[in-house]
T-cell receptor, first 108, second 115 residues
Framework: DAKTTQPTSMDCAEGRAANLPCNHS???????VYWYRQIHSQGPQYIIH???NNETNEMASLIITEDRKSSTLILPHATLRDTAVYYC?????????FGAGTILRVKS | NAGVTQTPKFRVLKTGQSMTLLCAQD?????MYWYRQDPGMGLRLIHY???????AKGEVPDGYNVSRLKKQNFLLGLESAAPSQTSVYFC??????????????FGNGTRLTVT
């Protein structure tokens, strides 16, 4: 699976959109981009995934660049409950290796 | 559906004791994983399984053994616990990655302390 790079931490004002970037410049054609988040010490929660096209669900939107070398997770109206560690993962093989993720702090 | 269930939720062991952590999933997933997470750190893959009767090593397999005798269960064993194995253990399951729509579903974790 391709290595991903994310900023260590980000702050966002409550009610504003949170845009979390992820770099995956070595991603291969069959690897999907997955996003998870982990709130405090709970088990990671799946958010969204995509291959080429932009995706949207009830939680978030995923924007993947045309060359697929980077993506952005968008939480349209961040709330205090969105404070968590967000993980971006490129998955194509059997293993799923997590990086350090981005700590998102939503502030009132 | 219960999803992914881990037992026990908490456990305290003395150094040298053994124990088995149980993970059960009711989603008919082929793939199952065991991760550990130490305070302030990300998840590290211990072992994984791509189907009943098969297991493979992850990033940090030493000191652990696993078995996948039934498709729905994945057991993680500590034969001789060490303080360095104090951690939160997460189990996850998924469909095969080739299906594309194969997010991991995680359990709520087992908090293990080795004294």
């Amino acid at each position: 699976d391709a290595k991903t790079t994310q900023p260590t931490s980000m702050d966002c004002a409550e009610g504003r959109a949170a845009n979390l970037p992820c770099n995956h410049s070595t991603i291969s054609g069959n690897e999907y981009v997955y996003w998870y988040r982990q709130i405090h010490s709970q088990g990671p929660q799946y958010i969204i995934h995509g291959l080429k096209n932009n995706e949207t669900n009830e939680m978030a939107s995923l924007i993947i660049t045309e060359d697929r070398k980077s993506s952005t997770l968008i939480l349209p109206h961040a709330t205090l409950r969105d404070t968590a560690v967000y993980y971006c993962i490129a998955r194509g093989g059997n293993k799923l290796v997590f990086g350090a993720g981005t700590i998102l702090r939503v502030k009132s | 559906n219960a999803g992914v269930t881990q037992t026990p939720k908490f456990r305290v062991l003395k150094t040298g004791q053994s124990m088995t952590l149980l993970c059960a999933q009711d989603m008919n997933h082929e793939y199952m994983y065991w991760y550990r997470q130490d305070p302030g750190m990300g998840l590290r893959l211990i072992h994984y399984s791509v189907g009943e009767g098969t297991t493979a090593k992850g990033e940090v397999p030493d000191g652990y053994n696993v078995s996948r005798l039934k498709k729905q269960n994945f057991l993680l064993g500590l034969e001789s616990a060490a303080p360095s194995q104090t951690s939160v253990y997460f189990c996850a399951s998924s469909y095969p990655p080739r299906r594309g729509n194969s997010p991991l579903h995680f359990g709520n974790g087992t908090r293990l302390t080795v004294t």
